[in-house]
């Protein structure tokens, strides 16, 4: 054993103290190894819940809900409920995932939004269906994801480390029988779309672009800026891109909503993000920011990960449940 595991610049025999010292050292970094990956696994399955409060909406604008109700509508409602559901990255045997997600639906919001990367293999569609199920009976919107198009493929982890863009994978995902089964529902398809629709009296108008990550995005093809008279003006796009996020703060946008970070998926302890994997800075890489004075961003972390990187650390799976509620109101 002489001549293995040297200190750097010694050059004499390792005693067996040293030799004990250096295995022992070995085996307390390898363990510490292992448990990292273990805990990284283990992470993808240990699903949260967020809620956050989003003061986006116009003074006022429940008292003139509840006049257009008249007595019929129920008293003292202050917020409108908005379940963000985003990267499920879905595989066929992921039972566990695919219940808790259909769990959600007891929550009742007023809208669920789904901005995309819902596939994870080709034989996930029925799996998405379940796991959605009683969120499509909800009124909803979406928009897609690079994750939705193209199975993925093993990549160099190195490159998303260094913020390095990787190519998408060459298999076709069915995401038209996925499209259609979101459209039957009821769901709207927001791609490069303007959208107006009524919920529960509250007008909203829903704006949308395709994956800026692929550089699908095409935001002139919406043709303007939100509907003025909405009380609601939501844009989505999956990746969180700052020249897209630029133009619907330009037009009048009071909440982009996004994906794709997974949060920053492998985080230092308290969840501090190393790379967003998109332009935003790691400060937004999840939840409710403001990107500028009159829109807000919300981020979701996602519910998955790629079959290739099946790691979260320090970065639990997550869907949010947004509180829209009133601006405070300027004192005259």
Same mark, same amino acid.
């Given at each position: 054993?002489?001549?293995?595991?040297?200190?750097?610049?010694?050059?004499?025999?390792?005693?067996?103290?040293?030799?004990?010292?250096?295995?022992?050292?070995?085996?307390?970094?390898?363990?510490?190894?292992?448990?990292?990956?273990?805990?990284?696994?283990?992470?993808?399955?240990?699903?949260?819940?967020?809620?956050?409060?989003?003061?986006?909406?116009?003074?006022?604008?429940?008292?003139?809900?509840?006049?257009?109700?008249?007595?019929?509508?129920?008293?003292?409602?202050?917020?409108?409920?908005?379940?963000?559901?985003?990267?499920?990255?879905?595989?066929?045997?992921?039972?566990?995932?695919?219940?808790?997600?259909?769990?959600?639906?007891?929550?009742?919001?007023?809208?669920?939004?789904?901005?995309?990367?819902?596939?994870?293999?080709?034989?996930?569609?029925?799996?998405?269906?379940?796991?959605?199920?009683?969120?499509?009976?909800?009124?909803?919107?979406?928009?897609?994801?690079?994750?939705?198009?193209?199975?993925?493929?093993?990549?160099?982890?190195?490159?998303?480390?260094?913020?390095?863009?990787?190519?998408?994978?060459?298999?076709?995902?069915?995401?038209?029988?996925?499209?259609?089964?979101?459209?039957?529902?009821?769901?709207?398809?927001?791609?490069?779309?303007?959208?107006?629709?009524?919920?529960? !009296?509250?007008? #909203? $108008?829903? @704006?949308?672009?395709?994956? &800026?990550?692929?550089?699908?995005? =095409?935001?002139? *093809?919406?043709? %303007?800026?939100?509907?003025? !008279?909405?009380? #609601? $003006?939501? @844009?989505?796009?999956?990746? &969180?891109?700052?020249?897209?996020? =630029?133009?619907? *703060?330009?037009? %009048?946008?009071?909440?982009?909503?996004?994906?794709?970070?997974? @949060?920053?998926?492998?985080?230092?302890?308290?969840?501090?993000?190393?790379?967003?994997?998109?332009?935003?800075?790691?400060?937004?890489?999840?939840?409710?920011?403001?990107?500028?004075?009159?829109?807000?961003?919300?981020?979701?972390?996602?519910?998955?990960?790629?079959?290739?990187?099946?790691?979260?650390?320090?970065?639990?799976?997550?869907?949010?449940?947004?509180?829209?509620?009133?601006?405070?109101?300027?004192?005259?």
């Amino acid at each position: 054993m002489e001549g293995l595991f040297r200190r750097p610049g010694y050059t004499g025999p390792v005693t067996n103290s040293a030799l004990r010292t250096a295995l022992t050292a070995g085996g307390v970094l390898a363990a510490a190894g292992l448990t990292t990956a273990a805990g990284g696994f283990l992470g993808t399955r240990d699903f949260a819940l967020r809620e956050v409060t989003a003061p986006v909406l116009e003074s006022g604008t429940f008292d003139r809900l509840s006049r257009f109700h008249g007595d019929g509508r129920p008293a003292g409602r202050r917020e409108f409920t908005i379940l963000h559901v985003s990267d499920l990255h879905m595989l066929a045997h992921q039972k566990m995932k695919q219940r808790w997600v259909s769990a959600l639906g007891a929550l009742e919001p007023d809208l669920v939004v789904n901005t995309g990367d819902n596939l994870g293999e080709r034989e996930a569609v029925p799996g998405v269906l379940q796991a959605l199920d009683p969120l499509l009976r909800r009124p909803g919107v979406f928009v897609f994801g690079s994750n939705d198009y193209y199975a993925p493929h093993p990549v160099n982890p190195v490159n998303y480390l260094l913020g390095r863009k990787n190519p998408p994978g060459d298999t076709a995902l069915p995401w038209q029988d996925m499209r259609a089964a979101f459209l039957e529902h009821g769901w709207e398809d927001a791609t490069h779309r303007r959208i107006d629709f009524t919920v529960d !009296g509250l007008r #909203l $108008a829903v @704006g949308g672009v395709d994956d &800026p990550h692929l550089d699908r995005d =095409d935001y002139p *093809a919406l043709g %303007g800026g939100p509907n003025p !008279g909405a009380d #609601l $003006a939501l @844009g989505l796009s999956h990746s &969180p891109e700052p020249r897209v996020l =630029d133009q619907f *703060a330009a037009d %009048g946008y009071q909440l982009t909503m996004s994906g794709h970070t997974h @949060g920053g998926q492998l985080c230092l302890p308290g969840g501090h993000a190393v790379v967003t994997n998109c332009g935003i800075d790691r400060s937004r890489v999840s939840g409710l920011s403001r990107w500028s004075e009159r829109m807000w961003l919300h981020v979701s972390s996602g519910l998955g990960t790629s079959k290739y990187v099946p790691f979260r650390v320090f970065c639990r799976p997550s869907a949010t449940l947004l509180h829209v509620v009133e601006r405070p109101s300027v004192p005259a």
